[in-house]
Antibody, heavy 122, light 108 residues
Framework: EVKLVESGGGLVQPGRSLRLSCIASGFKFDDYAMHWVRQRPGRGLEWVSGINWNGGNVDYAESVKGRFTISRDNAENSLSLEMNSLRADDTALYFC???????????????WGQGTRVSVSS | EVVLTQSPGTLSLSPGERATLSCRASRSVSSIYFAWYVQKPGQAPRLLIYGASGRATGIPDRFSGSGSGTDFTLTISRLEPEDVAVYYCQQYEASPPTFGQGTKLEIK
């Protein structure tokens, strides 16, 4: 079974940091690009960041550029999102998502985790 | 970025009816870079359609996608009670990939 399990969410004060993790199973992790997509309370979906299969190419939404860092450890089948200088509008459910295309980053998400919730508040 | 506007915001139909959900892009998008997702209450989103009309794995043929340029449509024939969800369109031609705000489908 193809599965993604996120962890690391929680309540954090504005300006602080948090690191999200995603563990993948059921597929060859290093064959696929991976992404983080978030959903703010009561709102739609927002792509946050993507990383290609070997971590050599990363991309970010303008809203998080310079504050968030995506990385992956293919030996551990894991994806991470380091979030610094957190703001109230970063409050959201953060999903880890697998890119659909073998060997390329096409930004279509065919497998999603259940999400980890991040709340930024004083 | 490419802004996607979905209509209607909410759609209320009866079982067995046909649902037509629309998505309009702020600029032309190649149909091979257009997708639809479904998010049922309390669940993560799930890929429905990619390349404007290709069904993802396990998606029944009641779901179909069409469109080109700036106008795309998701059609659900023969609605079932389990189709209650929010449906999102997405373009992945331009970076960043963007989603519409969603259409909520209610079953009477």
């Amino acid at each position: 079974e193809v599965k993604l399990v996120e962890s690391g969410g929680g309540l954090v004060q504005p300006g602080r940091s948090l690191r999200l993790s995603c563990i993948a199973s059921g597929f060859k992790f290093d064959d696929y690009a991976m992404h983080w997509v978030r959903q703010r309370p009561g709102r739609g979906l927002e792509w946050v960041s993507g990383i290609n299969w070997n971590g050599g190419n990363v991309d970010y939404a303008e809203s998080v550029k310079g504050r968030f860092t995506i990385s992956r450890d293919n030996a551990e089948n894991s994806l991470s999102l380091e979030m610094n200088s957190l703001r109230a509008d970063d409050t959201a459910l953060y999903f880890c998502a697998k890119d659909m295309s073998f060997g390329a980053r096409t930004n279509v998400f065919d497998v999603w985790g259940q999400g980890t919730r991040v709340s930024v508040s004083s | 970025e490419v802004v996607l506007t979905q209509s209607p915001g909410t759609l209320s139909l009866s079982p067995g009816e046909r649902a037509t959900l629309s998505c309009r892009a702020s600029r032309s998008v190649s149909s091979i870079y257009f997708a639809w997702y479904v998010q049922k209450p309390g669940q993560a989103p799930r890929l429905l359609i990619y390349g404007a009309s290709g069904r993802a794995t396990g998606i029944p043929d009641r779901f179909s996608g069409s469109g080109s340029g700036t106008d795309f449509t998701l059609t659900i024939s023969r609605l079932e009670p389990e189709d209650v969800a929010v449906y999102y369109c997405q373009q992945y031609e331009a970076s960043p990939p963007t989603f519409g705000q969603g259409t909520k489908l209610e079953i009477k």
